[in-house]
């Protein structure tokens, strides 16, 4: 068996969809790009501003963040999605929150004895996370399939990428209560959480799902979506102090530190809420022109309350929607990336100017 932990894993999805890309791509019209949620937008004057003004700065930054940043991150918290009663010290910077997934099993030690529960339908990294751990992995979006045994860790997703599904206050406490009863930690992955459409996502930090009690609970937030920061890097995680205690300690040692400029820039982004609301009216926008788009088209739209995706089907096979949409100069996310659930949908990203979703509705019609 080889050493290397990439033996192990799969291929990286979106390196499969070299022949439709090409398909879309041979449009007269050119390609619209909608399968990969990337901010396609200006990041906001006020955070260019700020990453500028710190760039002269040459020494470390703090893993643990500067107090700046962590005061933004308890007020944003606060006044954007009502989570109270965060510990001062319960909250810690990361390098975007895909590398905080990716890493979390190891950073937490586990490994080979420790199951890993992550939603039937996922963003890869989770399983991608348990395997570079040595942890086993099981898919279940109910309490009834995990069965008798006890997992170190799930992970929630809502907003769910890919579906857009958002999770209720009943489900999200039952949840809660049962791993709390097993010492089981909770890692909610809530990226989507400042894009609410047909329903109203709650963080599991709420007090209204946890009580004001955040123990065995963290919460991972990005700035990629809502502040368009992908290219930053910048997202955070908080939650239970002793937890969030532990992942600074082992961090520190491995030299996990978001680069002081970008802290800066997640200052200004989390003080500023007019840029959020800016962002957030341009996706609903662009929403609102390519659902109805899609239905007429003979598309089902499921779930997508929320988040930056539809979740759409033709009652088909994915990679034959896939081919039908790249004719058409269109390429989209077969759902089969996400789980055998998903083989008979596609993920469609609303991440593209308004040119190109004007472009995408006009070819579906």
Known sequence: MSPLKSASLPVFPWDTLADVTAAARAHPDGIVDLSVGTPVDDVAPVIQEALAAAGATPGYPTTAGTPELRAAIHAALARRFGITDVAPAAVLPVIGTKELIAWLPTLLGLGAEDTVVIPELAYPTYDVGARLAGAKVLAADSLTQIGPQTPALIYLNSPSNPTG???????????????????????????????????????????????????????????????????????????????????????????????????????????????????????????????????????????????????????????????????????????????????????????????????????LG
């Open 165 to 363: 599904k958002v999770l209720g206050l009943d489900h999200l406490r039952k949840v809660v209560g049962w791993a709390r009863e097993r010492g089981v930690l909770i890692a909610s992955d809530e990226c989507y959480l400042g894009l609410a459409w047909d329903a109203e996502p709650l963080s599991v930090l709420h007090p209204s799902v946890c009580d004001g009690d955040h123990t065995g609970l963290l919460a991972i937030h990005s700035l990629s979506k809502t502040s368009s920061l992908a290219g930053y890097r910048a997202g955070f995680v908080a939650g239970d102090p002793a937890v969030v205690a532990e992942l600074l300690a082992v961090r520190k040692h491995a030299g996990m530190m978001v680069p002081g400029p970008v802290q800066a820039a997640m200052v200004a982004g989390l003080e500023d809420d007019e840029h959020v609301a800016v962002q957030r009216e341009r996706y609903a926008r662009r929403r609102a022109i390519l659902l109805p788009a899609l239905q007429a088209a003979g598309f089902t739209i499921d779930h997508s309350e929320a988040g930056l995706y539809l979740w759409a089907t033709r009652g088909e096979p994915c990679r034959d929607t896939l081919a039908w949409l790249a004719e058409r100069g269109i390429l989209v996310a077969p759902g089969e990336f996400y789980g055998p659930a998903g083989a008979q949908h596609v993920r469609v990203a609303l991440t593209a100017t308004d040119e190109r979703i004007a472009a995408a509705a006009q070819r």
